[in-house]
T-cell receptor, first 112, second 113 residues
Framework: DGGITQSPKYLFRKEGQNVTLSCEQN?????MYWYRQDPGQGLRLIYYSQIVNDFQKGDIAEGYSVSREKKESFPLTVTSAQKNPTAFYLCASRGLGAGELFFGEGSRLTVL | SQQGEEDPQALSIQEGENATMNCSYKTSINNLQWYRQNSGRGLVHLIL?????REKHSGRLRVTLDTSKKSSSLLITASRAADTASYFCATVFEETSGSRLTFGEGTQLTVNP
Protein backbone atom coordinates (compact mmCIF):
# COMPACT_ATOMS: atom_id res chain seq x y z
CA ASP A 1 0.00 0.00 0.00
CA GLY A 2 1.18 3.55 -0.72
CA GLY A 3 1.98 5.74 2.20
CA ILE A 4 4.53 7.34 4.47
CA THR A 5 6.47 5.33 7.02
CA GLN A 6 8.17 6.91 9.98
CA SER A 7 10.51 5.04 12.27
CA PRO A 8 11.05 4.51 15.06
CA LYS A 9 7.65 5.20 16.61
CA TYR A 10 9.21 5.78 20.03
CA LEU A 11 12.78 6.82 20.74
CA PHE A 12 14.66 7.63 23.90
CA ARG A 13 17.87 9.55 23.86
CA LYS A 14 20.34 10.79 26.39
CA GLU A 15 21.24 14.44 26.49
CA GLY A 16 24.14 15.26 24.18
CA GLN A 17 23.37 12.52 21.67
CA ASN A 18 22.32 13.00 18.09
CA VAL A 19 19.42 10.94 16.82
CA THR A 20 18.08 10.38 13.31
CA LEU A 21 14.39 9.89 12.52
CA SER A 22 13.53 8.06 9.34
CA CYS A 23 10.83 9.07 6.85
CA GLU A 24 10.16 7.03 3.71
CA GLN A 25 7.35 7.49 1.18
CA ASN A 26 6.29 5.39 -1.80
CA UNK A 27 3.74 7.87 -3.12
CA UNK A 28 6.16 9.28 -5.73
CA UNK A 29 5.71 12.70 -4.12
CA UNK A 30 8.19 15.45 -4.85
CA UNK A 31 7.82 17.51 -1.68
CA MET A 32 8.51 16.32 1.84
CA TYR A 33 8.16 18.07 5.20
CA TRP A 34 9.15 17.71 8.85
CA TYR A 35 7.04 19.19 11.63
CA ARG A 36 7.40 19.24 15.37
CA GLN A 37 4.39 19.07 17.69
CA ASP A 38 4.51 19.77 21.42
CA PRO A 39 1.72 18.58 23.76
CA GLY A 40 -1.58 20.34 23.14
CA GLN A 41 -0.08 22.54 20.45
CA GLY A 42 -0.03 22.93 16.71
CA LEU A 43 2.61 21.86 14.23
CA ARG A 44 5.74 23.90 13.63
CA LEU A 45 7.70 23.55 10.40
CA ILE A 46 11.31 22.38 10.78
CA TYR A 47 12.49 21.74 7.21
CA TYR A 48 10.94 21.06 3.84
CA SER A 49 12.22 19.85 0.51
CA GLN A 50 10.70 20.39 -2.93
CA ILE A 51 13.18 18.26 -4.90
CA VAL A 52 16.07 15.89 -4.38
CA ASN A 53 19.28 17.49 -3.09
CA ASP A 54 17.48 20.69 -2.11
CA PHE A 55 15.78 21.67 1.14
CA GLN A 56 14.68 24.81 2.94
CA LYS A 57 14.65 25.85 6.58
CA GLY A 58 11.29 26.20 8.23
CA ASP A 59 10.41 28.25 11.29
CA ILE A 60 12.38 26.22 13.86
CA ALA A 61 15.35 24.70 11.99
CA GLU A 62 17.97 25.43 14.66
CA GLY A 63 19.37 22.23 16.15
CA TYR A 64 18.06 20.06 13.32
CA SER A 65 19.53 18.84 10.03
CA VAL A 66 18.11 16.99 7.03
CA SER A 67 19.19 15.42 3.78
CA ARG A 68 17.33 14.56 0.58
CA GLU A 69 19.52 12.20 -1.40
CA LYS A 70 16.58 10.19 -2.72
CA LYS A 71 13.07 11.21 -3.67
CA GLU A 72 11.61 8.59 -1.32
CA SER A 73 13.57 9.52 1.79
CA PHE A 74 13.87 12.59 4.00
CA PRO A 75 15.63 11.74 7.29
CA LEU A 76 15.74 14.25 10.14
CA THR A 77 18.64 14.44 12.57
CA VAL A 78 17.99 15.98 15.96
CA THR A 79 21.38 17.21 17.08
CA SER A 80 22.72 17.86 20.56
CA ALA A 81 22.39 21.57 19.78
CA GLN A 82 18.59 21.31 19.99
CA LYS A 83 17.84 22.64 23.47
CA ASN A 84 14.49 20.97 24.04
CA PRO A 85 14.14 18.02 21.67
CA THR A 86 11.44 16.06 23.50
CA ALA A 87 8.44 16.23 21.15
CA PHE A 88 6.29 14.41 18.60
CA TYR A 89 7.80 14.59 15.11
CA LEU A 90 5.65 14.31 12.01
CA CYS A 91 6.80 13.77 8.45
CA ALA A 92 4.57 14.55 5.46
CA SER A 93 4.72 14.52 1.68
CA ARG A 94 2.90 16.27 -1.12
CA GLY A 95 2.63 15.66 -4.84
CA LEU A 96 3.72 18.29 -7.36
CA GLY A 97 0.86 20.69 -7.97
CA ALA A 98 -1.28 18.88 -5.44
CA GLY A 99 -2.85 20.48 -2.41
CA GLU A 100 -2.96 18.11 0.50
CA LEU A 101 -0.25 16.73 2.73
CA PHE A 102 -0.07 13.05 3.53
CA PHE A 103 1.29 12.39 7.01
CA GLY A 104 3.14 9.54 8.63
CA GLU A 105 2.12 8.27 12.05
CA GLY A 106 4.83 10.21 13.83
CA SER A 107 7.88 9.54 15.98
CA ARG A 108 7.84 10.40 19.66
CA LEU A 109 11.27 11.42 20.94
CA THR A 110 12.00 11.61 24.65
CA VAL A 111 15.27 12.94 25.98
CA LEU A 112 16.22 11.47 29.34
CA SER B 1 5.19 33.68 10.21
CA GLN B 2 1.68 33.46 8.84
CA GLN B 3 0.63 30.85 11.35
CA GLY B 4 -3.10 30.53 11.74
CA GLU B 5 -4.80 31.08 15.04
CA GLU B 6 -7.82 29.00 15.87
CA ASP B 7 -10.68 29.39 18.22
CA PRO B 8 -12.04 28.03 20.31
CA GLN B 9 -9.10 26.06 21.73
CA ALA B 10 -11.56 23.46 22.98
CA LEU B 11 -15.18 22.69 22.15
CA SER B 12 -17.49 20.16 23.79
CA ILE B 13 -20.88 19.36 22.26
CA GLN B 14 -23.53 16.63 22.21
CA GLU B 15 -23.96 14.17 19.38
CA GLY B 16 -26.19 15.57 16.67
CA GLU B 17 -25.19 19.17 17.30
CA ASN B 18 -23.14 21.24 14.88
CA ALA B 19 -19.53 22.24 15.62
CA THR B 20 -17.95 25.42 14.29
CA MET B 21 -14.24 26.16 14.43
CA ASN B 22 -12.57 29.35 13.27
CA CYS B 23 -9.13 30.12 11.88
CA SER B 24 -7.47 33.48 11.34
CA TYR B 25 -4.18 34.16 9.57
CA LYS B 26 -1.90 37.09 8.88
CA THR B 27 -0.64 37.21 5.30
CA SER B 28 -1.86 36.37 1.81
CA ILE B 29 -2.31 32.71 0.96
CA ASN B 30 -2.77 30.46 -2.05
CA ASN B 31 -5.15 28.11 -0.32
CA LEU B 32 -6.25 27.03 3.15
CA GLN B 33 -6.69 23.47 4.32
CA TRP B 34 -8.27 21.75 7.29
CA TYR B 35 -6.88 18.62 8.91
CA ARG B 36 -7.98 16.27 11.64
CA GLN B 37 -5.73 14.52 14.17
CA ASN B 38 -6.70 11.72 16.51
CA SER B 39 -4.64 11.64 19.67
CA GLY B 40 -1.07 10.51 19.08
CA ARG B 41 -1.58 9.94 15.35
CA GLY B 42 -0.68 11.67 12.12
CA LEU B 43 -2.92 14.30 10.55
CA VAL B 44 -5.52 13.51 7.93
CA HIS B 45 -6.55 15.99 5.27
CA LEU B 46 -10.22 16.98 5.31
CA ILE B 47 -10.81 19.75 2.80
CA LEU B 48 -9.01 22.45 0.79
CA UNK B 49 -10.37 25.84 -0.21
CA UNK B 50 -8.56 28.05 -2.70
CA UNK B 51 -8.06 31.77 -2.20
CA UNK B 52 -10.59 32.58 -4.94
CA UNK B 53 -13.29 30.40 -3.38
CA ARG B 54 -15.70 31.51 -0.66
CA GLU B 55 -17.35 28.27 0.37
CA LYS B 56 -16.85 24.57 -0.09
CA HIS B 57 -18.71 21.45 1.02
CA SER B 58 -17.66 17.87 1.53
CA GLY B 59 -20.14 15.51 3.14
CA ARG B 60 -20.91 16.90 6.61
CA LEU B 61 -18.16 19.50 6.32
CA ARG B 62 -18.62 23.07 5.22
CA VAL B 63 -15.69 25.47 4.93
CA THR B 64 -15.85 29.18 4.34
CA LEU B 65 -13.03 31.57 3.49
CA ASP B 66 -13.04 35.35 3.81
CA THR B 67 -9.76 36.66 2.41
CA SER B 68 -10.64 40.27 3.27
CA LYS B 69 -10.85 39.30 6.94
CA LYS B 70 -8.12 36.65 6.62
CA SER B 71 -10.34 34.08 8.27
CA SER B 72 -11.89 30.69 7.65
CA SER B 73 -14.41 28.53 9.43
CA LEU B 74 -15.04 24.80 9.50
CA LEU B 75 -18.55 23.58 10.25
CA ILE B 76 -19.21 19.94 11.06
CA THR B 77 -22.93 19.20 10.92
CA ALA B 78 -24.77 16.47 12.80
CA SER B 79 -21.69 15.58 14.82
CA ARG B 80 -20.91 12.04 15.95
CA ALA B 81 -18.81 10.71 18.81
CA ALA B 82 -16.30 9.54 16.18
CA ASP B 83 -15.70 13.19 15.23
CA THR B 84 -13.87 13.66 18.54
CA ALA B 85 -10.36 14.81 17.54
CA SER B 86 -8.19 17.89 17.14
CA TYR B 87 -8.79 20.02 14.07
CA PHE B 88 -6.15 22.22 12.49
CA CYS B 89 -6.19 24.80 9.75
CA ALA B 90 -3.14 25.15 7.51
CA THR B 91 -2.35 28.11 5.31
CA VAL B 92 -0.46 27.48 2.11
CA PHE B 93 1.94 29.97 0.60
CA GLU B 94 3.64 29.10 -2.67
CA GLU B 95 7.27 30.17 -2.92
CA THR B 96 9.82 29.57 -5.66
CA SER B 97 11.56 27.17 -3.28
CA GLY B 98 8.39 25.22 -2.64
CA SER B 99 5.11 25.37 -0.77
CA ARG B 100 5.07 26.25 2.91
CA LEU B 101 2.16 24.88 4.91
CA THR B 102 1.80 26.60 8.26
CA PHE B 103 -0.53 25.17 10.88
CA GLY B 104 -2.60 26.79 13.59
CA GLU B 105 -2.76 25.72 17.23
CA GLY B 106 -5.83 23.58 16.70
CA THR B 107 -9.25 23.11 18.23
CA GLN B 108 -9.87 20.08 20.44
CA LEU B 109 -13.40 18.86 19.69
CA THR B 110 -15.18 16.49 22.04
CA VAL B 111 -18.50 15.04 20.94
CA ASN B 112 -20.37 13.45 23.81
CA PRO B 113 -22.64 10.46 23.08
Amino acid sequence: DGGITQSPKYLFRKEGQNVTLSCEQNLNHDAMYWYRQDPGQGLRLIYYSQIVNDFQKGDIAEGYSVSREKKESFPLTVTSAQKNPTAFYLCASRGLGAGELFFGEGSRLTVL
Amino acid sequence: SQQGEEDPQALSIQEGENATMNCSYKTSINNLQWYRQNSGRGLVHLILIRSNEREKHSGRLRVTLDTSKKSSSLLITASRAADTASYFCATVFEETSGSRLTFGEGTQLTVNP
